[in-house]
């Protein structure tokens, strides 16, 4: 069986990292800038970065409405930290309307953005992970947590009384950077997911 095909949406944030992951995790990882790039992929992993940059780079790039479709037909997607918050159905705190962050709908649940503060208040922490054999080290820069999950969303993680992952079918999204660990068993559960 040939490997699924992954790409790593590549308009802001750290691609090269999460493209690193998803290879020794057993997947074709490829960019993900243009339309004809996001209808050749099986799945997508949104990376971490800025989530109102990334909306709007989403809307420049004519991938907003697209992306949008994939993933209501059911395209599996991963989401760290800014995608989190992208794969959200809604966005508490959003930021100015005009440029608010964008949420695509895919994981029914509400995100709060730099819900643990800003960037001198992040940290690490050894997370329990369902799914996952032993504590999984989890790192947190400007990071969301999830407010509200839909009865569909599993719980994944809790970093003290906070939601930090959750899977939603074969969307899978953290508020933490697995792929700055080089711990690769979160992108080992997304990609055997697909097949």
């Not at 790039?61 to 991963?78: Q, S, V």
Request: some cysteine; glycine content about 10%.
């Amino acid at each position: 069986m040939s490997a699924p095909r992954v790409g790593v949406l590549a308009l802001q944030g750290d691609t090269r990292e999460h493209l690193a992951a998803l290879r020794e995790a057993g997947a074709d990882a490829s960019t993900v800038r243009r339309r004809a790039e996001l209808d050749a992929v099986d799945a997508l992993v949104i990376p971490g970065g800025e989530s109102t940059a990334m909306s709007h780079l989403l809307r420049e790039f004519d991938l907003l409405e697209p992306l949008r479709a994939r993933l209501a037909d059911g395209m599996p997607a991963y989401g760290s930290c800014a995608g989190m918050i992208l794969l959200a159905s809604q966005i508490l705190d959003a930021g100015v309307p005009g440029r608010a962050a964008e949420p695509l709908g895919a994981i029914d649940m509400a995100v709060r953005r730099n819900a643990f503060g800003r960037q001198v208040d992040s940290f690490e922490e050894d997370l329990e992970f369902t799914g996952i054999d032993g504590p999984v080290h989890a790192v947190f820069i400007r990071a969301p947590w999830v407010e509200r999950v839909g009865d569909d969303v599993e719980v994944l993680a809790t970093a003290g009384e906070h939601i930090v992952a959750v899977r939603q079918g074969r969307m899978l999204a953290t508020s933490f950077h697995p792929e700055m660990t080089g711990d690769r068993r979160v992108h080992k559960m997304f990609v055997n997911s697909l097949s």
